[in-house]
């Protein structure tokens, strides 16, 4: 294809029990897009890495199955968000370390290489759990998770858009993307700008 619209829209602030404190002040709304081209120059997709465990779906799941929010059609209780945090910690880091060191292997590349991290911004904890991990400084980490909470799929795309204006990215610098989510599901990517 020649154009590709990516495109990752929640809104999470349907979805959450408000009287959860543990949970409902991570999550935010919002959107993000990238179109992916082809391209002449240097610029690709180096590698990408994509795993699940729906047998973990139990620590991180929506109530009720249904996602019309609070006011479905058939009013079977009430749906928001069941998350085990200290359980989905532990996964998130251990998938998402695992996965970024399979895309750099492929990829060629060690931490070193790389300009800068994209995490999945669920909560900075984590995201200094996988950097540390993968030895990656503190000024290749790129956060803004404080400004919106875990906007789940939205998060990598607002981010990169975020860290292209942070890094000045430049032909031939490298990114990898690394990423969690529901289902337990999990990517990464390494990028060459």
């Known amino acids: 294809y020649e154009n590709i619209f990516v495109l990752g829209s929640e809104k999470l602030s349907s979805v959450v029990d408000w009287t959860d404190r543990n949970t409902c002040v991570l999550f935010g709304d919002g959107a993000g897009a990238v179109i992916v081209q082809p391209s002449d120059g240097p610029s690709k997709l180096r590698a990408y890495n994509l795993g699940a465990s729906g047998a973990q779906h139990s620590i991180l799941y929506l109530l009720n199955g249904n996602t019309c929010g609070p006011n479905n059609a058939d009013k079977t209780g009430p749906h928001y968000m069941v998350m085990e945090g200290q359980d989905v910690f532990k996964k998130a880091v251990t998938a998402m370390c695992r996965s970024a060191i399979n895309v750099m ?4 590349i060690t931490a070193d290489d790389l300009t ?7 909560n900075v904890r984590i995201i200094d759990a996988i950097a540390d991990r993968l030895e990656v400084p503190a000024g290749k980490r790129f956060i803004n998770v404080q400004k919106y909470g875990n906007i789940s799929s939205a998060c990598i795309p607002v981010a990169l858009s975020e860290a292209r204006e942070h890094y000045g990215f430049k032909s031939g610098d490298k990114i990898l993307l690394v990423a969690f989510g529901g289902g337990l599901t999990w990517a990464s990517a390494v990028l060459e700008w």
Do not use: F, N, R, S
Request: net charge neutral; with cysteine; glycine share 10%.
């Open 105 to 108: 292997k492929e990829a060629g």
């Open 116 to 122: 800068c991290v994209i995490p999945h911004q669920a």
